[in-house]
């Protein structure tokens, strides 16, 4: 819109102004919580879908990373968050993310 100093324009305005960018525009992306564009989610979802036909044709090596989860942040180093491992630098470290995790509760 060639706004320059957007902080000299009233609130409502720029509201407005926001409300009529195009989908994949930065704010609407940030005001959606999304991390990219719908279109890109897409295209990398049709290779995630080819990678792993290739993959299951050739039965060798491990399963390709996907696509979707690199651009999403679900996935990192062919790893979902879930499954990376937690390690404590002692046992009053362990001792106390358990007691946070239980509610107090000893571990056995």
């Given at each position: 819109?060639?706004?320059l100093?957007?902080?000299?324009?009233?609130?409502?305005?720029?509201?407005?102004?926001?409300?009529?960018?195009?989908?994949?525009?930065?704010?609407?992306l940030?005001?959606?919580?999304?991390?990219?564009?719908?279109?890109?989610?897409?295209?990398?979802?049709?290779?995630?879908?080819?990678?792993?036909?290739?993959?299951r044709?050739?039965?060798?090596?491990?399963?390709?990373?996907?696509?979707?989860?690199?651009?999403?942040?679900?996935?990192?180093?062919?790893?979902?968050?879930?499954?990376?491992?937690?390690i404590?630098?002692?046992?009053?470290?362990?001792?106390?993310?358990?007691?946070?995790?239980?509610?107090?509760?000893?571990?056995?």
């Amino acid at each position: 819109y060639g706004i320059l100093d957007y902080r000299g324009l009233p609130a409502r305005r720029l509201a407005v102004l926001a409300a009529g960018l195009r989908e994949d525009s930065r704010i609407k992306l940030r005001m959606s919580g999304a991390r990219v564009p719908l279109e890109t989610l897409l295209l990398a979802s049709i290779a995630d879908a080819l990678n792993a036909l290739l993959w299951r044709g050739a039965k060798r090596g491990k399963r390709p990373a996907s696509f979707v989860g690199l651009l999403t942040g679900t996935e990192r180093g062919g790893k979902r968050p879930e499954e990376q491992p937690i390690i404590y630098s002692s046992g009053a470290a362990f001792d106390a993310a358990w007691a946070r995790l239980t509610g107090g509760g000893r571990h056995a």
